[in-house]
């Protein structure tokens, strides 16, 4: 427990905030901090673990991860951490991961498996209570999960960037997971690639919900809405993913094939693997046009 100042983190792996089979929890009361780490690290909990990293006020600078991707994409990095429930797959689950600001304009950066992610039957939360916020993260961030997982992204207020990079992110979920994303009040500013905004691909379930405000929306294929391929059990299971986009208030500004004031569900098809099927888009506008 760190009661005041403005404080600098700095740590490798396996830290502030992070267990496997325990628990490891920072909480910083006060202060604009400085918070840099490598991978497995700021909130992260492993196989029969809470790993937290919780931060009540200041203006915060957070950074995950200088590695190469584990995907080998250039330019991003390997995160894992700031809010990440961690299993290690086929040997074992994954445990409970949280990150947790309550007030302050902060930034947060990282890299792949992030801000609110689950992997592996772990659960990974993310969670702002106020601010103008930037958030920025690499392959699987800002509410997303995969592998039988849950990834969970909140945010109560403020105008808020995100950007999420390659694939995976505000509510994404992959293979038989759950990825839920809200927003709930602000000017929002969205970015975002493939599987992204409430999408979702492989028997999951994707939410993605902005409340309030006059938003901006920037996405590429498969975003705000809809369901990609289902390959992995179809044949065994027959079943699809599902998926929803709910922006409830302001005039919002989208990539051509969204438009306020509209809903868009999937038509009835073949049930050939279910793609781009059994997904849902809502824009209800309220307030003045811009």
Not at 223 to 233: K, S
Not at 244 to 268: C, H, K, Q, W
């Amino acid at each position: 427990v760190d009661r005041a100042g403005d404080d600098v983190y700095s740590a490798g792996p396996w830290s502030l905030g992070a267990a496997a089979g325990g628990a490891g929890i920072v909480i910083d009361l006060a202060g604009s901090d400085r918070i840099a780490a490598e991978g497995m690290a700021i909130g992260v909990g492993g196989p029969s673990a809470v790993g937290a990293f919780v931060d009540l006020a200041g203006d915060d600078f957070a950074t995950l991860g200088t590695r190469p991707s584990v995907y080998g994409v250039a330019g991003e990095h390997a995160g894992f951490g700031m809010g990440l429930g961690l299993g290690f797959r086929f040997a074992a689950a994954g445990g409970v991961g949280a990150y947790i600001d309550f007030e302050g304009r902060d930034q947060r950066q990282s890299g792949e498996f992030s801000q609110g992610c689950g992997y592996y039957l772990g659960l990974g939360i993310a969670f702002d209570a106020a601010g103008d916020d930037v958030s920025v993260a690499d392959r699987y961030g800002l509410g997303s999960a995969a592998h039988q997982s849950a990834g969970i992204a909140i945010d109560l207020g403020g105008n808020d960037i995100y950007v999420g990079r390659t694939a995976a992110h505000l509510g994404a979920a992959w293979d038989e997971s759950l990825g839920y994303f809200v927003d709930a009040a602000g000017d929002d500013s969205y970015r975002a690639d493939g599987l992204s905004i409430g999408a979702a691909a492989q028997q999951a379930l994707a939410i993605a919900i902005d409340r309030g405000g006059a938003d901006q929306y920037r996405a590429a294929s498969v975003t705000i809405g809809a369901v990609a391929d289902n390959e992995y059990h179809f044949d065994a299971k027959g079943l699809g993913s599902f998926a929803v986009f709910f922006d409830l208030a302001g005039f919002d500004l989208y990539p051509m094939g969204r438009t306020n004031e509209s809903r868009i569900a999937s038509p009835e098809g073949p049930r050939a693997r279910l793609i781009n099927h059994d997904s849902f888009f809502l824009d209800e506008h309220s307030g003045p046009s811009r």
